[in-house]
């Protein structure tokens, strides 16, 4: 119905903005990936919509890219997932992130998103798996169990999944585990 918005940003207060439309004000919820890069208020900005329509409420959803939006929408149709859910998730994680987890069938990043439990981040990696762009996971240089182990082990251990590959490419190629661990961690502390 409403597919995009272009006006000036009139207010902003998460996860809430309102954009005025030639005087028409649309309150929209955006994920805080688009929050962030909002520019000030009283600028002019384009966001892309969904609009839902419940017997309670008329709810529009904005995104400043496609990809978000398109990820929005696939994750709407899972069972059991709404657009607070769906919000949720792109807020926690960005497009890359989710595509990374899906492909890696790695839960424990989708549990650490507000409201999502161990059965709706099962459910999630199951329906979402191939379908979400696979250029959009990214490569992290993960090439070995061991490596997977390594950037496992670091992430448990509080460093982001960045911080995890950049470490990952300072090692061998060959180097096992427990090596791998201890020479991760002191390239990280310095």
């Not at 182990?149 to 960045?162: C, F, K, P, S, T």
Request: aromatic share 4%; charged share 20%; proline share 5%.
């Amino acid at each position: 119905m409403i597919g995009r918005l272009t006006g000036t940003l009139a207010h902003k207060a998460p996860p809430q903005v309102l954009i005025d439309v030639n005087g028409v004000g649309y309150e929209l919820d955006v994920p805080m990936s688009t929050f962030y890069n909002l520019p000030a208020l009283g600028e002019r900005l384009t966001l892309l919509t969904h609009f839902v329509v419940r017997e309670d409420a008329q709810l529009l959803f904005g995104f400043l890219l496609p990809e978000e939006r398109a990820t929005f929408r696939q994750l709407i149709r899972i069972s059991g997932v709404g657009p607070r859910t769906a919000l949720a998730i792109l807020s926690g994680l960005s497009v890359a992130d989710l595509s990374q987890a899906v492909a890696r069938q790695e839960s424990g990043r989708l549990v650490k998103v507000p409201g999502i439990g161990k059965k709706t981040a099962e459910r999630l990696l199951l329906e979402l798996k191939g379908k979400l762009a696979p250029e959009l996971a990214g490569d992290t240089g993960v090439t070995s169990d061991a490596q997977s182990d390594i950037v496992q082990a670091l992430v448990a251990l509080g460093y982001n999944e960045r911080e995890a590959a950049a470490a990952l490419k300072a090692l061998p190629q060959d180097v096992g585990v427990s090596e791998g661990i201890k020479l991760a961690l002191k390239a990280l502390s310095r």
